[in-house]
């Protein structure tokens, strides 16, 4: 078969993993030949491709971005942009296609599907929001590199007797949050799924350092809402994506004012922003995204388009595209009841209610 392959949206540690074991296991046990699509979405309206043979998946494994690079590009705002989609595929000869992405690009995909393109998904995202499987690959570097950073910010909140306020991406999702602030030992977690009271998360740092303790550690997500607010998340400026998502940041340095105003502690504000999506997967996201990969070209080879590979218990499993975008996987009660077991009753815990 003729395969064709594209990264888009933002990237992620571990698409070169993926696009590695799609074009190893098609050569080596099913002869197939592929092509890898520019940019995302871009790739096939502009008709940009690049051969993908074993030479050019060599080497990938560990290196973070993507060989094929990405974009936003959403072909239903573009001039013709789905029929030139179309074209592209049928000029090269194209039997399946394999999109990886998270809920935008493979909300595109299902369109195509629609169309009678053959397409298998692979869902990616740092943000682990997509729905229909377990964890997207991403998710893993995404938290150890917060880890990492949130147990340096110790040390110089240590130091310096500072409340350090350190916020995280996740969109409209609270995952890197909640994960990457268990993993670092945060004093308070703020997420988007729970509007916060900043009174609450004050009078909590200001009786954690009466009891003793010097300096506090808030780990807050990009898309937390202040409880007084509008409902709306922080954003950089009131530009949007091509699929209609606002830049969201900026949170942590109006909290870490909000709290010194009202502890008198020295605060200050750490925006970890698109570290967290740089570099080198860890082996979990190698692992996980070469799965992915390699259950994507087997899906092809069934028949099964319009489907997704996702992870289920452990398993590598194929559910329609449909299912995994119909809505966001946002962090439950459950995992937020847990991690409230972390925290006294007063405002500290993961929700601040
Ligand atoms: O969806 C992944 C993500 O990293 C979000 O966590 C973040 O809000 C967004 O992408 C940033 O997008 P961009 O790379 O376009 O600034």
């Given at each position: 078969?003729?395969?064709?392959?594209?990264?888009?949206?933002?990237?992620?540690?571990?698409?070169?993993?993926?696009?590695?074991?799609?074009?190893?296991?098609?050569?080596?046990h099913y002869?197939?030949?592929?092509?890898?699509?520019?940019?995302g979405?871009?790739?096939l309206?502009?008709?940009?491709?690049m051969?993908?043979?074993?030479?050019?998946?060599?080497?990938?494994?560990?290196?973070g971005?993507?060989?094929l690079?990405t974009?936003?590009?959403?072909?239903?705002?573009?001039p013709?942009?789905?029929?030139?989609c179309?074209?592209?595929?049928?000029?090269?000869?194209?039997?399946?296609?394999v999109?990886?992405?998270?809920?935008?690009t493979?909300s595109?995909?299902q369109?195509?599907?629609?169309?009678?393109?053959n397409?298998v998904g692979?869902?990616?995202?740092i943000?682990?929001d997509l729905?229909?499987?377990?964890?997207?690959?991403g998710?893993?570097?995404?938290?150890?590199i917060?880890?990492e950073a949130?147990?340096?910010v110790h040390t110089?909140?240590e130091a310096?007797?500072?409340?350090?306020?350190?916020?995280?991406?996740?969109?409209?999702?609270?995952?890197?949050?909640?994960y990457?602030?268990?993993?670092?030992?945060?004093?308070?977690?703020?997420?988007?799924?729970?509007?916060?009271?900043?009174?609450?998360?004050?009078?909590?740092?200001?009786q954690r350092?009466?009891r003793?303790?010097?300096?506090s550690?808030?780990?807050v997500a990009?898309g937390?809402?202040?409880a007084?607010?509008?409902?709306?998340?922080?954003?950089?400026?009131?530009?949007?994506?091509?699929?209609?998502h606002a830049?969201l940041?900026?949170?942590a340095?109006?909290?870490?004012r909000?709290?010194?105003?009202r502890?008198?502690?020295e605060?200050r504000a750490v925006v970890?922003g698109?570290?967290?999506?740089g570099?080198?997967?860890?082996?979990f996201?190698?692992v996980?995204?070469t799965?992915?990969?390699?259950g994507?070209?087997?899906m092809?080879?069934r028949?099964?388009?319009?489907?997704m590979?996702?992870?289920?218990?452990?398993?590598?499993v194929s559910?329609?595209?449909?299912?995994a975008i119909?809505?966001?996987?946002?962090?439950d009660?459950e995992?937020i009841?847990?991690?409230?077991?972390?925290f006294?009753?007063?405002?500290?815990?993961?929700?601040?209610?």
């Amino acid at each position: 078969m003729k395969i064709g392959i594209l990264t888009g949206g933002g990237d992620c540690p571990g698409l070169n993993a993926v696009i590695r074991a799609v074009v190893r296991k098609g050569i080596f046990h099913y002869d197939d030949e592929f092509l890898g699509f520019m940019e995302g979405w871009r790739g096939l309206i502009e008709n940009q491709s690049m051969a993908l043979d074993l030479d050019a998946v060599s080497g990938i494994l560990p290196r973070g971005g993507t060989i094929l690079r990405t974009s936003r590009t959403n072909p239903s705002k573009r001039p013709d942009g789905f029929d030139r989609c179309m074209a592209t595929i049928a000029a090269h000869k194209i039997d399946a296609l394999v999109a990886i992405g998270g809920d935008d690009t493979l909300s595109v995909a299902q369109k195509l599907h629609e169309k009678g393109v053959n397409v298998v998904g692979v869902p990616k995202t740092i943000d682990n929001d997509l729905g229909g499987t377990d964890y997207t690959f991403g998710f893993d570097t995404a938290c150890n590199i917060v880890c990492e950073a949130i147990d340096r910010v110790h040390t110089t909140a240590e130091a310096h007797n500072r409340v350090m306020v350190v916020e995280v991406m996740g969109r409209d999702a609270g995952w890197i949050a909640l994960y990457s602030g268990i993993a670092g030992g945060a004093d308070v977690i703020l997420i988007p799924e729970r509007p916060f009271d900043v009174d609450k998360v004050a009078e909590s740092i200001r009786q954690r350092h009466e009891r003793g303790r010097y300096f506090s550690i808030v780990v807050v997500a990009e898309g937390a809402k202040f409880a007084t607010g509008a409902g709306a998340p922080v954003v950089q400026d009131m530009g949007k994506d091509e699929f209609g998502h606002a830049k969201l940041g900026g949170i942590a340095n109006i909290l870490a004012r909000e709290i010194e105003n009202r502890t008198k502690f020295e605060t200050r504000a750490v925006v970890l922003g698109h570290i967290q999506r740089g570099g080198s997967p860890t082996a979990f996201d190698r692992v996980l995204a070469t799965r992915y990969g390699l259950g994507a070209i087997d899906m092809v080879h069934r028949g099964e388009f319009g489907c997704m590979a996702a992870l289920r218990s452990n398993k590598i499993v194929s559910i329609t595209l449909k299912e995994a975008i119909s809505k966001n996987r946002v962090v439950d009660d459950e995992m937020i009841e847990i991690a409230d077991g972390l925290f006294e009753e007063i405002g500290a815990k993961v929700a601040s209610k």
